[in-house]
């Protein structure tokens, strides 16, 4: 009886010293992490989504602003032809790449973006306005399920570099930091599109 009770006492004891050596806990957080990418990877999907009609509205609008219209589909091609998966989010150069890329599709579209009060007939074209607007909700969906991504991968980060969790995470399960996801300056900020012309002039 009593080797029985010693016997199920160092089973427990064991169990909950694993436990708190990040056994469970560090497995747990890494994929909760790139869970929350495959979020953000759905959001920048979205916007990549509405570019070509974007684009198409714009050319039908004899836009002569052909270097700024080839930018953002040059831009675009680069963010589609980077792929990454979830194990490139422990790497740093692959990351940064991916990151960089979408950056810059980002800025194109905003210098896109303001050459709108330039050319009435987009102002006043409504699919154009549309199109504008789901840019915008899908910029405002990027920066949230981004923020989201950060703060898991923050989470996990801490946690294979924190005592004791630290000890299942490089001997057991050989953990690797993931990277964060860094926006371009302004990127953050809600796009500025003005229409002023849609509903033409009041008085």
Known sequence: MLKRLSTLFALVFGSLALAGCGINSVPTKEEAAKAQWANVEAALQRRSDIIPNLVSVVEAAAVSEENILTGVIEARSR???INITTDDLSNPEEFQRFNESQNQLTQALGQLRTI???????QSNARFADLMVEIEQSNNMINTEIGRYNEAARDYNTEIRTFPSSIG????HGSEP???FEAAEG???NPDVEFNNITGDEG
Do not use: C, G, W
């Open 169 to 172: 995470a490089n001997v057991i």
């Open 178 to 180: 993931l990277e964060y």
């Open 79 to 81: 963010a589609t032809s």
């Open 116 to 122: 709108v009060e330039a050319y009435p007939q987009l």
């Open 187 to 189: 990127a953050r900020e």
